[in-house]
């Protein structure tokens, strides 16, 4: 690419209010967490799914952030999903637990369910 086209590839993102990092060069662990969530994305949902255009992208990609945040664990805060740290949850018999299908029908969620 020439340079630019980068800096018109960064003022994208600026325009949208994102703040655009630059990597060291020849620091190939640099990335590794913008890596690791988009190989995430890929293996989970997007390799699993043929879009029909940006729009049916975009609804998936929300669904699968909702998902991710919510519910899905997370290794590096010991298996809890981000927007349950902190809260210690019950043990739910097996008859009170339901199934909900999320990111399409893509991922199975287990809940308990309402009384």
């Given at each position: 690419?020439?340079p630019?086209?980068?800096?018109?590839?960064?003022?994208?993102?600026?325009?949208?209010?994102?703040?655009?990092?630059?990597?060291?060069?020849?620091a190939?662990?640099?990335?590794?967490?913008?890596?690791?969530?988009?190989?995430?994305?890929?293996?989970?949902?997007?390799?699993?799914?043929?879009?029909?255009?940006?729009?049916h992208?975009?609804?998936?990609?929300?669904?699968?952030?909702?998902h991710?945040?919510?519910?899905?664990?997370?290794?590096?805060?010991?298996?809890?999903?981000?927007?349950?740290?902190?809260?210690?949850?019950?043990?739910?018999?097996?008859d009170?637990?339901?199934?909900?299908?999320?990111?399409g029908?893509?991922?199975?969620?287990?809940?308990?369910?309402?009384?």
């Amino acid at each position: 690419m020439k340079p630019g086209a980068l800096q018109a590839f960064d003022e994208v993102f600026r325009s949208e209010g994102v703040r655009v990092i630059k990597t060291p060069i020849r620091a190939p662990n640099a990335n590794a967490f913008a890596e690791r969530a988009i190989q995430t994305v890929k293996v989970e949902g997007t390799d699993r799914v043929l879009f029909r255009g940006a729009r049916h992208l975009d609804r998936f990609l929300a669904g699968y952030a909702e998902h991710y945040n919510s519910h899905r664990s997370h290794r590096g805060i010991d298996l809890h999903a981000p927007g349950t740290v902190g809260i210690v949850a019950e043990p739910v018999p097996f008859d009170r637990i339901e199934r909900r299908r999320a990111v399409g029908g893509l991922i199975n969620e287990y809940h308990e369910r309402a009384a």
